[in-house]
């Protein structure tokens, strides 16, 4: 299975932009569906994006719709989550995850992230006011 480093975290002031990447090792990248949760401070960890396989459908929260874009490029093992206008509630611990079976569209479902399988160490994001 792929192991992922996420990196590109850092700290921003609201209204900047910020892209993050988790590269993955190993082989059959292109068989999982891949995605970003986002982990603030005393809190659950919770859904940002989803990328189903193929890279054709992409999900995100309708609350972050305008502001992130999520990417992939297959031939770099690489998934991107482009995010801007960034607010202070955006800051946490950016997770990525990789799941063979478990389809993008239901990344969102909560609690839905216990059930993925590889997940990578996380980046932080702090966003000031």
């Known amino acids: 299975q792929v192991q992922l480093v996420e990196s590109g975290g850092g700290l921003v002031q609201a209204g900047d932009s910020l892209r993050l990447s988790c590269t993955a090792s190993?082989?059959?990248?292109?068989?999982?569906?891949l995605g970003w949760f986002r982990q603030a401070p005393g809190k659950e960890r919770e859904f940002v994006a989803s990328?189903?396989?193929?890279?054709?459908?992409?999900y995100l929260l309708d609350s972050d719709k305008g502001r992130f874009t999520m990417s992939r490029d297959d031939d770099k093992n690489t998934v991107y989550l482009q995010m801007s206008s960034l607010k202070p509630e955006d800051t946490g611990v950016y997770f990525c995850?990789?799941?063979?079976?478990?389809?993008?569209?239901?990344?969102?479902?909560?609690?839905?992230?216990?059930?993925?399988?590889?997940w990578g160490q996380g980046t932080l994001v702090t966003v000031s006011s």
């Open positions: 995850a990789a799941d063979t079976m478990k389809h993008a569209s239901n990344w969102r479902l909560v609690g839905y992230a216990r059930l993925l399988e590889i």
């Open positions: 990328i189903d396989r193929s890279g054709a459908q992409t």
């Open positions: 190993g082989h059959s990248f292109n068989t999982y569906h």
